[in-house]
């Protein structure tokens, strides 16, 4: 008889792995030292309140994400949020405001959540919500940026709560990056990095990796100049292909084992930094992730999301509580009906099956 997979184990454990891992890549930096103490002891509290929960037939994720804009200043080639229209040039009036945010925080911090990644769009155009973030020191907070915003009132933000962690959007090297993001990009975002690592403030750097660029990113030419510039996690997202034209670039089996070796020998190489690969061995972890098993997205104006990739909706937190959309009929029929279990292209597997997610929404979760 197969071994019954432990999600809830999972996903504490991977928490605290990645607690540990970051306290010892700041050991040099006392002040960011304390912090990360201070929240690997709110981190176990977090797990304590999960696991009460779990007992009492709850499922609460460890991680949210949160999707705080729909607006970005920068078109990047295949961007999979301007092609779903979730990203736009201007910001729609129905976004959520900064206290409507900060509620969804408070709740989150309740169950037991310790990591809410803020995304967009482009986070940094809401000022007014990360600050809200940096009054949760009990969570931490990653905000991945394309990090052309980033200027003087973020810099004294960050250095104030150092539970905001910038995870700056980079493609490889300068011709990789500007090709994909815009001339100008890859000389901007490093100046940023080495202003981050002079004022001792640590960041991260975010790939998105397809059949192209692997290669590069995971190079340890490519890291070791991550390194040198200050960077202290790395983040490997896999492409989603959100046109036919774009499936090709997608990793398939074959790349993501090249992933997944890669980044162990980096882990190897590269003690001082945190490496995290999305959505990594699927199979080792049960299957997808998405839809509460081990986070849910949350759109710009509180639509309650399986992914970023799976732009679909049946609840939304400004009309319900946080603990509820996790346990909407679309979440529940995700997770009960194995449709998270399955084999993919790209980095995720609901994307592939949107008929199907599309059928549930129409049948109120049954289909």
Same mark, same amino acid.
């Given at each position: 008889?197969?071994?019954?997979?432990?999600?809830?184990?999972?996903?504490?454990?991977?928490?605290?792995?990645?607690?540990?891992?970051?306290?010892?890549?700041?050991?040099?930096?006392?002040?960011?030292?304390?912090?990360?103490?201070?929240?690997?002891?709110?981190?176990?509290?977090?797990?304590?309140?999960?696991?009460?929960?779990?007992?009492?037939?709850?499922?609460?994720?460890?991680?949210?994400?949160?999707?705080?804009?729909?607006?970005?200043?920068?078109?990047?080639?295949?961007?999979?949020?301007?092609?779903?229209?979730?990203?736009?040039?201007?910001?729609?009036?129905?976004?959520?405001?900064?206290?409507?945010?900060? /509620?969804?925080?408070? !709740?989150?911090?309740?169950? +037991? *959540?310790?990591?809410?990644?803020?995304?967009?769009? @482009?986070? #940094?155009? &809401?000022?007014?919500?990360?600050?809200?973030?940096?009054?949760?020191?009990?969570?931490?907070?990653?905000?991945?940026?394309?990090?052309?915003?980033?200027?003087?009132?973020?810099?004294?933000?960050?250095?104030?709560?150092?539970?905001?962690?910038?995870?700056?959007?980079?493609?490889?090297?300068? /011709?990789?990056?500007? !090709?994909?993001?815009?001339? +100008? *990009?890859?000389?901007?975002?490093?100046?940023?990095? @080495?202003? #981050?690592? &002079?004022?001792?403030?640590?960041?991260?750097?975010?790939?998105?990796?397809?059949?192209?660029?692997?290669?590069?990113?995971?190079?340890?030419?490519?890291?070791?100049?991550?390194?040198?510039?200050?960077?202290?996690?790395?983040?490997?997202?896999?492409?989603?292909?959100?046109?036919?034209?774009?499936?090709?670039?997608?990793?398939?089996?074959?790349?993501?084992?090249?992933?997944?070796?890669?980044?162990?020998?980096?882990?190897?190489?590269?003690?001082?930094?945190?490496?995290?690969?999305?959505?990594?061995?699927?199979?080792?972890?049960?299957?997808?992730?998405?839809?509460?098993?081990?986070?849910?997205?949350?759109?710009?104006?509180?639509?309650?999301?399986?992914?970023?990739?799976?732009?679909?909706?049946?609840?939304?937190?400004?009309?319900?509580?946080?603990?509820?959309?996790?346990?909407?009929?679309?979440?529940?029929?995700?997770?009960?009906?194995?449709?998270?279990?399955?084999?993919?292209?790209?980095?995720?597997?609901?994307?592939?099956?949107?008929?199907?997610?599309?059928?549930?929404?129409?049948?109120?979760?049954?289909?």
């Amino acid at each position: 008889m197969a071994e019954i997979f432990d999600i809830q184990q999972y996903l504490t454990e991977g928490v605290e792995a990645i607690v540990k891992d970051a306290l010892r890549a700041t050991l040099r930096d006392p002040k960011e030292s304390l912090f990360m103490a201070r929240f690997a002891a709110a981190a176990r509290k977090a797990s304590e309140r999960r696991a009460k929960n779990e007992a009492a037939g709850v499922h609460v994720p460890s991680y949210l994400i949160a999707s705080i804009t729909s607006s970005c200043n920068l078109h990047c080639a295949g961007c999979y949020s301007r092609a779903n229209h979730a990203t736009e040039d201007c910001a729609p009036s129905r976004q959520l405001t900064a206290d409507q945010w900060e /509620d969804i925080f408070r !709740q989150a911090e309740e169950l +037991g *959540v310790s990591f809410i990644l803020l995304a967009g769009g @482009e986070p #940094l155009l &809401r000022y007014d919500v990360v600050r809200a973030a940096g009054d949760h020191p009990n969570l931490l907070f990653p905000l991945f940026t394309n990090g052309t915003f980033l200027g003087d009132k973020y810099f004294q933000l960050l250095d104030k709560c150092r539970n905001l962690i910038p995870v700056i959007s980079i493609e490889g090297d300068r /011709d990789m990056t500007d !090709q994909r993001r815009g001339a +100008g *990009v890859f000389q901007t975002v490093t100046d940023n990095m @080495e202003r #981050l690592q &002079r004022q001792g403030l640590i960041f991260g750097c975010s790939m998105t990796v397809t059949r192209e660029n692997l290669d590069e990113v995971l190079s340890d030419g490519f890291v070791s100049d991550l390194a040198r510039r200050g960077c202290k996690a790395a983040f490997y997202i896999e492409f989603v292909p959100v046109t036919d034209e774009a499936r090709d670039l997608a990793p398939g089996d074959a790349e993501r084992e090249r992933i997944r070796a890669g980044i162990d020998r980096l882990r190897a190489e590269h003690p001082e930094m945190v490496f995290v690969s999305f959505p990594g061995d699927e199979k080792s972890s049960g299957g997808c992730l998405a839809a509460g098993r081990g986070f849910f997205h949350i759109n710009s104006h509180g639509g309650a999301e399986p992914c970023p990739f799976s732009p679909y909706s049946d609840v939304n937190v400004t009309k319900t509580s946080l603990k509820e959309a996790m346990n909407s009929p679309l979440f529940r029929a995700l997770r009960d009906n194995g449709h998270l279990l399955e084999d993919h292209v790209g980095g995720c597997v609901l994307y592939e099956k949107r008929d199907l997610v599309e059928a549930l929404l129409q049948g109120g979760g049954r289909a």
